[in-house]
């Protein structure tokens, strides 16, 4: 069992920053790939940027490439989303998701172990 908690939302002007952290407890966190994914209001969760368990392989989603950034520090048991030049499209809540195999990254499904989300609202 894995225990994922998100940190770090928050309300940014368009244009601004934020850095997501989750902090992970339970089990080995280098044994876990993970992941972020986000939801809007009235709109499916969808895939932002993925890790793998040695962080040498990094997936993102096309809407997100060259602002966001995900690293993991696995001394520390986290990973981080940073997020630059944010827009207001970006709002939404940011879920972290772990699963203990590497590979297609985009699928929410197979990932076992979620956290409770962070707000993130960028405003125009």
């Known amino acids: 069992q894995v225990q994922l908690v998100e940190s770090g939302g928050g309300l940014v002007q368009a244009g601004g920053s934020l850095r997501l952290s989750c902090a992970a407890s339970?089990?080995?966190?280098?044994?876990?790939?993970m992941a972020w994914f986000r939801q809007a209001p009235g709109k499916e969760r969808e895939f932002v940027a993925a890790?793998?368990?040695?962080?040498?392989?990094?997936d993102y989603a096309d809407s997100v490439k060259g602002r966001i950034t995900i690293s993991r520090d696995n001394a520390k048991n986290t990973v981080y989303l940073q997020m630059n030049s944010l827009k207001p499209e970006d709002t939404a809540v940011y879920y972290c998701?772990?699963?203990?195999?590497?590979?297609?990254?985009?699928?929410?499904?197979?990932?076992?172990?979620w956290g409770q989300g962070t707000q993130v609202t960028v405003s125009s």
């Open positions: 890790i793998s368990r040695s962080g040498s392989r990094r």
């Open positions: 339970g089990r080995t966190f280098s044994n876990y790939a």
């Open positions: 998701a772990a699963r203990q195999w590497d590979g297609n990254s985009y699928i929410s499904g197979s990932y076992n172990y």
